[in-house]
């Protein structure tokens, strides 16, 4: 998924659907993203039968990919369903991101499958 942040700071989140026991991995990826870009990552989930998708981070990086781009290398989903993604900065406005999600033990879904969620949501969980 390509897209950029606008505004400082920003949350934008993205949902991806994996299959139970899924081991993935997401990334910032230096290719496709701005120079001097730095940003965060969060993964929540599953989504529950209400529509929410929980409160604990299941997991969270910073700086772990290149430069001050964010990754998380593997993370096992126990359950399946729909996750969210979701990519921070704090003075990013106009800089470009590419997140990137890589399936470690089988076929979860393509990048191109991500979509992005409604400013709502990013600004809830801003909040």
Do not use: W
Request: proline share 2%; charged share 15%.
């Amino acid at each position: 998924m390509r897209t950029q942040f606008t505004t400082n700071p920003q949350y934008l989140s993205f949902s991806l659907n994996v299959a139970t026991g899924e081991q993935v991995s997401l990334e910032v990826t230096h290719l496709g993203s701005s120079m001097y870009l730095d940003t965060g990552l969060f993964i929540y989930g599953p989504k529950n039968a209400s529509g929410s998708d929980g409160t604990p981070v299941l997991a969270q990086d910073d700086d772990a990919g290149y430069g001050q781009l964010s990754k998380v290398a593997s993370l096992t989903l126990a359950h399946g369903g729909e996750y969210l993604a979701v990519v921070s900065t704090g003075t990013g406005a106009g800089k470009k991101f590419r997140l990137a999600l890589g399936c470690i033990n089988g076929a979860c879904a393509q990048e191109d499958l991500f979509t992005a969620c409604d400013l709502d949501v990013a600004t809830r969980i801003e909040v």
